[in-house]
Nanobody, 117 residues
């Protein structure tokens, strides 16, 4: 089973930018559709966006135009580039993997993003 470790979270001012990384190991990364989710306290976990094994992208409406997902299969890493950050983007951000065909799913431990002045 693939293992996922997120990094790059932290405190950023409104309007700022941040890059989150999700490093995968112990699995065939190229066989997994990858996604980013986020969860604020007291809320449901919600999709931010995803990228398929073939590079097909989809984004939640809240992320469109501001966030970009990419993957580097050579580095077994998926990225979430965030810009024009807003206080409502504050959440724990989780990396997610879903294996093509088998449906095996794995979550990372999460990384905190706080957008505040």
């Amino acid at each position: 089973q693939v293992q996922l470790v997120e990094s790059g979270g932290g405190l950023v001012q409104p309007g700022g930018s941040l890059r989150l990384s999700c490093a995968a190991s112990r699995g065939m990364f190229q066989d997994y559709h990858m996604g980013w989710y986020r969860q604020a306290p007291g809320t449901q976990r919600e999709l931010v966006g995803s990228i398929s094994t073939g590079g097909i992208l989809n984004y939640a409406n809240a992320a469109k135009g501001r966030f970009t997902i990419s993957r580097d299969d050579a580095k077994n890493t998926v990225y979430l580039d965030m810009s024009s950050l807003k206080p409502e983007d504050t959440a724990v951000y989780y990396c997610h993997a879903r294996r093509r065909l088998t449906g095996e799913q794995v979550w990372g431990q999460g990384t905190q993003v706080t957008v505040s002045s």
